[in-house]
């Protein structure tokens, strides 16, 4: 964790446009030195205003902006734009200019001597893996992703602190969008760069940012650091925003297997006649019943099939007993158990507390409606499904996190 | 044709070079004024639109009267055709420089502000280099007229080419005017051509079409 000095302040700024425009009401916000800090809402809800605040493209109508500590609006202009680097909306790629000329514009502002900018613009092309002789080219020769990358890289070339993105992946092709996010989080994370970055798109929030700033007209409704905001969006708004689906992952990230499952299931004894177990299915409508003993030990499970097959030279429950029984402890993290529930294509999975008393059961039906969506996103299929591959080696007790239990009883 | 250049040769030379001289002088006074004019004024919006209404209204003057009005201020010869001269080559270049400057990407200007250009920066690296084009439109524009009304100026006593062509008109000498016509139009397209290739060689590379 690196130290927690705060780089930019806002205190209670406000922005109002020429004719009344609200803009921006009585922010106050603090983003620490190497934050990633995403600032996401609807269009119009004032992320650009604010952004531009900060290297005074704008000026505030009401309020202090402090940069490093210093009031902002008490500094020279030009120097504050030369220190912090900004990716504006739409790139702005001098069209007259080659890219090593793109690249090294502040440098050069800076009067940084020749040697220097060409030694920093090549090692920033290498940064973004373009090929060193399109230093040479104009940003008209490029593609649309290609002048996204050296938009990043111009913003960094003077060696800034603090980086402000404005939507700068706006229309790019998954993949290459892809790419480029990685690079700015390596920037910031290896470089230890603030990074402040406007989108829209809450996938790139909750992917990126350290500390995600949800706007809605003009207003900061939450500041918080991605899980925080997943776990306790401050209102329906927010809720809106981050969508069902993410919450519903996020919901699976904090949420208990006991939270959901069903507390009252078909259960019999081993030592009830098969007459009895058959009754009781066609009443609960069944087509399995766990098996517990009088204590409520969870011991295994019947099954029709099994039953239809020996019901004439069995009598009782324990006379079918199946022991290899799939089960889940009530106390565990739903994610960490779901994605197998779902692989072993069980309808229902048997809880136990950690004693092995059978608690409930959860069904197929309960957890496909809270997470299915989830369950098949890339991010849960790395962290959320360790062993994943195992799920069908019931027996090896070594295999599984100590979340999560399936063994045999 | 050997006849005429014998009789008049040394005579045309020394005209052409003064229609050159006095448009060539009326031209560069003008690019001076007009072209840091016109990047002026695009910081003034509504002031723009006032000076190149009066701009416009000059140009309407019949060239004529406005040499005539030069007489009672600086009196005859060279001086009074040159600023009348110079007064008719502001309007091309400075509507254009205005508006090629205006016609500059927001988007570029803005960037160039963003990285912490000083406005004079981003006028002189930017915005004037992605408007030379259109300005340079506005001065081959001027060029032509004011070597074409330059031949006027023989009227107030300024010499050049205009001294041939009136001659001829008034002693019924057809030669005469076709040996004066001739190089107007000759320099008038020589000017052109010059200027055209200043312009590509002012024109960023990447922007040449
Ligand atoms: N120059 C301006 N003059 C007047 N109003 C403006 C100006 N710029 C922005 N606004 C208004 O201020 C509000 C916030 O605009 P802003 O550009 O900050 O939104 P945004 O969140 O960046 O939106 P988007 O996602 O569309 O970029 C909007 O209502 C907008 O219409
Ligand atoms: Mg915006």
Redesign the pocket.
Known sequence: MPEKNPIVTFKDIEKV???G?V??EHVNLTINQGDFVC?I??????????MRMINRMLEPSGGVILYNGEDIHKTDAVKLRRQIGYVI?NIGLMPHMTIYENITLVPKLLKWPEEKRRKKAEELIKLVELPEDFLERYPSELSGGQQQRVGVIRALAADQDLILM??PFGALDPITRESLQELVKHLQEKLGKTVVF?T?DMDEALKLATQIVV?DS?HVIQNATPSEILQHPANSFVEELIGEDRLMQARADVTTVSEIMLKNPVSITPGRSLVEAIRLMRKRRVDTLLVTDDDNYLKGYIDIETLDKSYRHATSVSDILNTKIFYVVDDTLLRDTVDRILKRGLKYVPVVDHAGKLRGIVTRAAIVDMVYDTIWGDSDAEEGAPGLENTENKDNPTKSDSASSSKEV | MIDFLNQHGSELVTKTWEQLYISGIALALGITIAVPLGVILTRFGKTAKVVIGIASMLQTVPSLALLALMIPIFGIGKIPAIIALFIYSLLPILRNTYIGMEDVDPILKDSAKGMGMTPLQSVLKVEIPMAIPVIMAGIRLSAVYVIAWATLASYIGAGGLGDLIFNGLNLFQPDLIIGGTIPVTLLALLADYLLGRLEKWLTPVSLRS
């Open positions: 446009y020429r004719g425009n803009a921006i600032f809402g609807r269009s119009g809800s004032g992320k650009t205003t604010a909306q404005d939507e406007v829209h706007m003009g």
